[in-house]
């Protein structure tokens, strides 16, 4: 029997806000993003995780502004940067995941995936959260609605959360790669990643805590990222990250949400970024938060690039 070449290739992954496209991207790659470089100088994409299998690799990418953001004003400066994005977003994706949460389909799903047809990309639609079915055969009228009219390279109910149906996606996805050698080695981490995730980690504790709440132009910019050795009595030095986030917002009002009552809510962002920072990085983290108002920033351009929103 001849061995099946190895691919790779990047991956996009698409979905509504908490279908569970982190928890499947974790699944996927197994620890938590540990293996992540996100060489934004020579790639268009944000990197989300890679996931090696012996038979390939998958280079799970985002693709900022495919998603319907609904209600904003088009003319803005981040608006054009975001359509731009887009375009160049679907450059160089060989397939794409369109993760669902089982028993929904929006118009933001058709929108992008639309989107996805009309660029050419193969959709491997992902139903998410099918443990919520104890009767699998509950799930087959929505099924065979969302597959009506549309061709999706393959269809795959799965749990992310349970990790299970993640092999025969895995092989699917595979499939539609081309065939190369891994694009990237399997622990590849750089010091400039390392801040890089850093400020992920903390945007992904305001999306977790904020929600719909989190203002729409909030970015995060880590300005400290020092490697210092802790001296504690009796106890030989540990190495530990000395880290500076700031949350930027547009408004006072939404500096006010994102510190909430007492500083209680910006507490809980650091404690619980800072923990995530250890897990990642392997040694304990000083992590200091600060929330400024940078007004009408998402209509300067020049101030888009200074954040990393460049093409
Ligand atoms: N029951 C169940 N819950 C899940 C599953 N996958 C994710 N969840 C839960 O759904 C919620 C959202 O999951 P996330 O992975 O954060 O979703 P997301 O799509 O990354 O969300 P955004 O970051 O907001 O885009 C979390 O509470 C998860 O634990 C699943 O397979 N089954």
């Known amino acids: 029997m001849s061995e099946s070449p190895y691919r790779a290739g990047h991956v996009a992954v698409l979905g509504r806000p908490n279908v569970g496209k982190s928890t499947l991207i974790n699944a996927l790659v197994g620890t938590k993003v540990s293996i992540v470089s996100p060489r934004p100088q020579t790639t268009r994409h944000r990197m ?17 502004g495919i ?12 608006h054009r940067m975001m359509n731009r994005a887009a375009r160049g977003a679907l450059e160089g994706v060989d397939a794409a995941l369109l993760v669902i949460r089982a028993g929904q389909w929006s118009d933001e799903d058709t ?5 996805l047809k009309g660029a050419g990309i193969p959709v491997v639609l992902v139903v998410n959260q099918v443990d919520r079915y ?14 009506e009219g549309r061709e999706f390279a393959s269809l795959h109910p799965v749990s992310a959360l349970k990790r299970s149906g993640l092999q025969p996606l895995v092989k ?11 694009l990237y080695g399997e622990d590849e981490i750089t010091d400039k990643s390392q801040r890089f995730l850093a400020g992920e ?17 909030t970015t995060v910019e880590i300005e400290r990222f020092e490697e210092e050795m802790a001296k504690r009595k009796g106890a030989p030095p540990e190495p530990m990250y000395r880290i500076g986030a700031v949350i930027f917002v547009e408004r006072e009002s939404q500096k006010a949400i994102v510190i909430g009552k007492g500083g209680a809510r910006l507490r809980e962002i ?13 040694c304990k983290v000083f992590l200091e938060t600060w929330v400024r108002v940078r007004e009408g920033w998402s209509d ?12």
């Not at 989300?48 to 900022?64: H, M, N, R, S, Y």
């Not at 300067?300 to 460049?310: S, V």
């Open 270 to 282: 650091g404690t619980k970024s800072r923990q995530q920072m250890e897990r990642m990085f392997g």
């Open 67 to 78: 998603h319907a953001d609904k209600g904003k004003a088009t003319a803005s400066a981040m």
């Open 300 to 311: 300067d351009e020049a101030a888009l690039k200074a954040f990393g929103y460049t093409e």
């Open 111 to 115: 929108l992008a995936y639309d989107a």
């Open 134 to 147: 104890p009767d699998k055969t509950e799930l087959l009228p929505f099924l065979q609605t969302v597959n």
């Open 48 to 64: 989300l995780g890679i996931a090696t299998f012996p038979e390939g690799q998958l280079v799970l990418v985002d693709t900022p």
């Open 172 to 182: 699917t996805v595979l499939g539609l790669l081309p065939e190369q050698d891994a």
């Open 201 to 217: 980690l903390v945007r992904e504790q305001l999306m977790r805590q904020l929600g719909a709440e989190l203002p729409y132009a």
